[in-house]
Structures are given as structure tokens and as C-alpha cells.
């Protein structure tokens, strides 16, 4: 399958500070990516959908001026949360949509995620 | 409104087979995914059902049934590592994907 690299992978940071966080797609060109938010045992939690060229469409609740997504390019996208506090904890997990080719179906590839702790 | 719905937690004998159920309902359809999580990663993709009846990948096959808006997952032989989480989504009109929120799966000895 497509490959979707995530970085960093781990980061810990003061509250306060602002953490930003890459996602690209390797070997595909991605016009669509998605970031998502999951906490200890719980599913995934949509966070935005970013495209390329536009402004990112944020999911109901998601403050979008704390959670500041770019996608500059057709294989990156990157998300910057803004003046982290301690409940921003979580694990940050980006997704990129290949349309496929040839016959094959539309896919979301997952990036590795990134664990973020704001101390 | 739009909503899926899997088990919780399943537990399974290794070598044998468990079956994952997944009902949805979504604002039009256009596909039923499953992927699997392992503890601390991020999902990985296993399967994609668009048409009814059955997709078999060697040890995992995945059917769909539209009309009753079902799906599930069949994982056969099972092995020690296919203990993790089994997440089911659909693909809605607008091509965004509604999750589950995933069946974790205990594989015991």
C-alpha cells in the first residue's frame, strides 16, 4: 500500500508552546488529507480535512484557530497546535486519500501518528 | 443520523476463527473499510468492500451486505499478533470515512 510518513513521531513540550507536526504522503499525491485525534482507548476522532490549495474544513468543536492546518503542497500537510496545554495530550494521527489509479479503489493510508504531551 | 456499530471486545483461541460484525448507517455509501490498530500505532489498512459478498485476503476475508447495511470480518488460523483493534468505516457520499469504534480483539493461547 501507499506509503504516509508522520513527523515527529514523539515530542513533549511546555504548556504554552506551539507544536507543529508534518504529515506526507510518499509515493502518491494526496489533494485530500485528514487529521485525527484518538485518546487511550477510544476511536479515532476527525479532527479537519485538509486540501491542498484551500482552507482546511474543521470538524464541529475543533477550535480552528488552535489547531492551524497548511497543506501547501500535494504531499504535505501540516498541522501546528498552537499555545499547548495539558488536555492537547493525545495521539495526533494524519491520513492521506489516494484516489488510486489503474481500476484500483480510493484508500486512506495512516500516517505513523505522533504522541504529543504537553507538560 | 450516521452511526456504526461493532462489539467491543471479542476473544478468540489462537488458530482459531472469529468473525467481527459491523453494521452502518450513512448518508449515501460508497465503501466499508476495515482496518487494524495494534496498541500505540496508528491504523493499518486491511480491507475495502464496495460491491456485496465476500473478499477473501489470505487469512482475512470481509463481506458486505448493502441492503442490510452489514459487514463483517473473518480472520481465520488466528495468530498471537492478531490480537489489536479492528476498526470498521464507512465511506459516506461525501467521501469521508464514519468510524467505528473498533473491536478489540484477545487472542489467547
Known amino acids: 500500500g501507499a506509503v504516509v510518513s508522520q513527523h515527529p513521531s514523539r515530542v513533549i513540550c511546555k504548556s504554552g508552546t506551539s507544536v507543529k507536526i508534518e504529515c506526507r504522503s510518499l509515493?502518491?499525491?494526496?489533494?485530500?488529507m485528514f487529521w485525527y485525534r484518538q485518546f487511550p482507548k477510544q476511536s479515532l476522532m476527525l479532527m479537519a480535512t485538509s486540501n491542498e490549495g484551500s482552507k482546511a474544513t474543521y470538524e464541529q468543536g475543533v477550535e480552528k484557530d488552535k489547531f492551524l492546518i497548511n497543506h501547501a503542497s500535494l504531499t504535505l500537510s501540516t498541522l501546528t497546535v498552537t499555545s499547548a496545554h495539558p488536555e492537547d495530550s493525545s495521539f495526533y494521527i494524519c491520513?492521506?486519500?489516494?484516489?488510486?489509479?489503474?481500476?484500483?479503489?480510493?484508500?486512506?493510508?495512516f500516517g505513523p501518528g505522533t504522541r504529543l504531551l504537553v507538560l | 443520523g450516521q452511526n456504526i456499530d461493532q462489539p467491543t471486545e471479542m476473544t478468540a483461541t489462537e488458530g482459531a476463527i472469529v468473525q467481527i460484525n459491523c453494521t452502518y448507517q450513512t448518508s449515501g455509501f460508497n465503501g466499508l473499510f476495515w482496518y487494524q490498530q495494534h496498541a500505540g500505532e496508528a491504523p493499518t489498512f486491511l480491507s475495502y468492500n464496495v460491491l456485496d459478498g465476500l473478499e477473501e485476503k489470505g487469512r482475512f476475508s470481509s463481506f458486505l451486505s448493502r441492503s442490510k447495511g452489514y459487514s463483517y470480518l473473518l480472520l481465520k488460523e488466528l495468530q498471537m499478533k492478531d490480537s489489536a483493534s479492528y476498526l470498521c468505516a464507512a465511506m459516506d457520499s461525501n467521501y469521508q470515512l464514519i468510524w467505528g469504534a473498533g473491536t478489540k480483539l484477545i487472542i489467547k493461547p
Open positions: 491520513s492521506a486519500r489516494d484516489l488510486g489509479t489503474g481500476g484500483e479503489v480510493e484508500t486512506q493510508y
Open positions: 509515493d502518491f499525491q494526496a489533494t485530500t
